[in-house]
Every structure is written in C-alpha cells, then in structure tokens.
C-alpha cells in the first residue's frame, strides 16, 4: 500500500492512514513502535518532514505517542503505553535489552554491591553493539540507581536499597 501523489488527501495523511491500517489490522500491536522516521522515509520516499507530519497527525487522533530519543509507539485507546520496563524482546531497543541482562546477573547475585559491572567495551562485545548503545544501558541503570560510575575507573553495582538503610 503506497501513498497516491494524485489523491487529494495530503501525502503525509496518506502514510497516517497506511500506518493506521497496520494498528488495525493488529500487524503493528499497543505498546509496539511503529517503524523509524528513517524506516518511513525510506519505504515511501518522502522527505523526513513529510514522516514527521505523518507521526504528528497520528499523535493528534491518539493512536500513537512519542517518547523523546525512543520513537513512537502505539497507544492503548489512546492512552500511552511504554514498552515494559524490562524486556527482553526483540521490539525492546537494544540499550534496554542489554540494562535487562545487566540487571537480572545484579538480581541473581552474580554482579555484588560494590563490585564492577562489565565494562562499555565489553558490553560492546558480548552483545554486538555500538559504543554509544552500551553507554546508553548503563546511564539508564544509572539512572534506575542500579549502579554508579566513578569517573575514569567504571560503573560498580549500587548497594541494595536494605543495606543503605
């Protein structure tokens, strides 16, 4: 289903419509993203700001909300509905994936209080992923109070809520 550059409804209400019938028709599911601006440029050969009108339009009937530097995703009757915290699935952005991994080896008593958590590099490696996708998971596990950074030497494991108290 391409856009028509001969119908009269605008193109970028075109694509609205197009992505609107995936949600309907369940191929793009409540909580799920829905493709990129760039994913969206490049299927229908339009210009970013014709997808970003698009995703706004889609946004003013409540079908999807935005989360600044995450996407947009579709809503739940109009209601915003993140992906879960922690998941693991393959919609899941890849920093998430990772801070999930991270996480669930601190919940298991692999990685103690106090002790380091793998490194960028090494998060890197084990997970395949650029730099900035590592860092990314560990200022979100930061930001959780999981772990803490000391400059220039890593990120160590925070300790327990019931051993601080």
Do not use: N
Request: charged letters at 25%; proline letters at 8%; aromatic letters at 6%.
């Amino acid at each position: 289903m391409d856009p028509d550059h001969e119908l009269v409804a605008p193109i970028y209400q075109q694509i609205g419509k197009i992505i609107r019938h995936r949600i309907e028709s369940g191929e793009l599911r409540p909580g799920q993203p829905i493709p990129s601006e760039q994913a969206l440029v490049k299927e229908f050969g339009v210009a970013r700001e014709t997808v970003r009108r698009a995703v706004a339009w889609l946004r003013e009937q409540g079908i999807v909300h935005t989360v600044p530097q995450r996407g947009s995703f579709v809503t739940v009757d109009g209601a915003a509905v993140d992906p879960p915290v922690w998941s693991t699935g393959d919609e899941a952005p890849a920093y998430l994936r990772i801070a999930t991994h991270v996480k669930k080896r601190i919940d298991a008593g692999l990685l103690k209080p106090g002790r380091p958590i793998p490194s960028e590099k090494q998060l890197c490696q084990e997970f395949e992923v650029s730099r900035v996708t590592a860092r990314k998971a560990v200022e979100y596990l930061r930001e959780l109070g999981l772990v803490h950074t000391v400059p220039r030497r890593g990120s160590y494991v925070a300790p327990r809520q019931d051993e601080t108290g």
